[in-house]
């Protein structure tokens, strides 16, 4: 059983900056793979960033060189932060985790637990 509970959404600017965190409580978190996936009204859930357990990751190509995702286990949480905001980036952000997920990270089937998620709306 796990349990993630995401934090950091708000208002910002376009431009501006937003790190969004994702504490994991219940089983081992270290042998997860963890993905940030978001949702627009009226758009299918889209696939963010992802990291595994031994710290590789992966970025959409959308957000590369805007987003970094990182993880810090010994504090069971998970980051993405997000530099340059753009409107288009308004969404709500759920953190998921799964495990034995391998190359098939984008999927948003292949985790196990979904977090409540949090809105992050940026304005122009």
């Known amino acids: 059983q796990v349990q993630l509970v995401e934090s950091g959404g708000g208002l910002v600017q376009a431009g501006g900056s937003l790190r969004l965190s994702c504490a994991a409580s219940?089983?081992?978190?270290?042998?997860?793979?963890m993905g940030w996936f978001r949702q627009a009204p009226g758009k299918e859930r889209e696939f963010v960033a992802a990291i595994r357990w031994s710290g590789g990751n992966a970025i959409s190509d959308s957000d590369k060189g805007r987003f970094t995702i990182s993880r810090d286990n010994a504090k069971n949480t998970v980051y993405l932060q997000m530099n340059s905001l753009k409107p288009e980036d308004t969404a709500v952000y759920y953190c998921?985790?799964?495990?034995?997920?391998?190359?098939?990270?984008?999927?948003?089937?292949?985790?196990?637990?979904w977090g409540q998620g949090t809105q992050v709306t940026v304005s122009s």
């Open positions: 998921a985790a799964g495990l034995g997920v391998w190359s098939n990270y984008e999927a948003g089937r292949v985790y196990n637990y």
């Open positions: 219940g089983r081992t978190f270290s042998g997860y793979t």
